[in-house]
């Protein structure tokens, strides 16, 4: 069975830095793509940050270009949001999955990312 545990989340200020980072197991990590999602209240889900299996290929939503990188290490099945100058816009809850599993894949907990001063 799928499952995604993430963590890293906090209470931070508005230019603060903080690390995403989620296990995954159920799959064979290294043949997927990873994707972090995001969720505002009263928002719908968005796709913040995918990369490819081995890591070469990287695509971020236009808010959050130059400022998070995503990044993964396939033999602990983790992959990672490295979040920079947050703004209070990316208040939200973070998730991960595999980029068009959506539907079939047992969504995490998530990990609640507070910008706020």
């Known amino acids: 069975q799928v499952q995604y545990v993430e963590s890293g989340g906090g209470l931070v200020q508005p230019g603060g830095s903080l690390r995403l980072s989620c296990a995954a197991s159920?799959?064979?990590?290294?043949?997927?793509?990873m994707a972090w999602y995001r969720q505002a209240p009263g928002k719908e889900r968005e796709l913040v940050a995918q990369v490819t299996n081995i890591g070469i290929i990287r695509n971020y939503a236009s808010s959050v270009k130059g400022r998070f990188t995503i990044s993964r290490d396939n033999a602990k099945n983790t992959v990672y949001l490295q979040m920079n100058s947050l703004e209070p816009e990316d208040t939200a809850l973070y998730y991960c999955?595999?980029?068009?599993?959506?539907?079939?894949?047992?969504w995490g907990q998530g990990t609640q990312v507070t910008v706020s001063s």
């Open positions: 159920g799959f064979t990590f290294n043949l997927y793509a």
């Open positions: 999955c595999r980029p068009g599993y959506e539907a079939r894949d047992n």
